[in-house]
């Protein structure tokens, strides 16, 4: 199961009655759950829809260093390194930032959102892949002030 099957399935049960499906695969367990609007069982926008992707081996990232400055991801929905499919990432392993420059985006509910450095520094390390759903909170990259 891949990315694209979990945006699919998503949609699906956002289409339909479905509340609930839990999806344990090896290492990969996804629980969509889906709240149902009072009226005429249309999905409404306050609905809620959680979804939550856990992969034991990224779990409690230990930080090694106290210059690296975790970036977190400020909601749910879906990573994206570059502007568009076909162009350049924001960022690399390597590049140098500086505070308000465009690391990521985070597709929610359709808005693309601008996830903007909050310190200068250097990425070290970036642990999330195009098209990932990650939470809130999720560390996305490492950044050494």
């Known amino acids: 199961m891949d990315i694209k099957d979990i945006k699919d399935l998503i949609v699906t049960i956002n289409n339909t009655d479905i509340e609930t499906v839990e999806i344990?695969?090896?290492?990969?367990?996804?629980?969509?759950?889906?709240?149902?609007?009072?009226?005429?069982?249309?999905?409404?926008?306050?609905d809620s829809i959680k979804e939550r992707v856990v992969k034991e081996e990224k779990e409690n990232l230990p930080l090694e260093d106290e210059d690296i400055f975790l970036v977190e991801s400020p909601m749910v929905g879906t990573y994206y390194g570059a502007p568009s499919p076909d162009a350049d990432p924001f960022v690399k392993v390597g590049d140098r930032v500086e505070k308000g420059q465009t690391l990521c985006i985070i597709e929610a509910m359709k808005i693309m959102n601008e996830i903007?450095?909050?310190?200068?520094?250097?990425?070290?390390?970036?642990?999330?892949?195009?098209?990932?759903i990650v939470e809130y909170g999720q560390a996305l990259m490492k950044i050494r002030r």
């Open 116 to 132: 903007e450095s909050e310190i200068s520094g250097e990425i070290v390390e970036i642990l999330a892949n195009d098209e990932d």
């Open 24 to 46: 344990k695969k090896s290492d990969i367990q996804v629980l969509i759950t889906k709240s149902k609007s009072q009226e005429n069982h249309m999905v409404k926008p306050d």
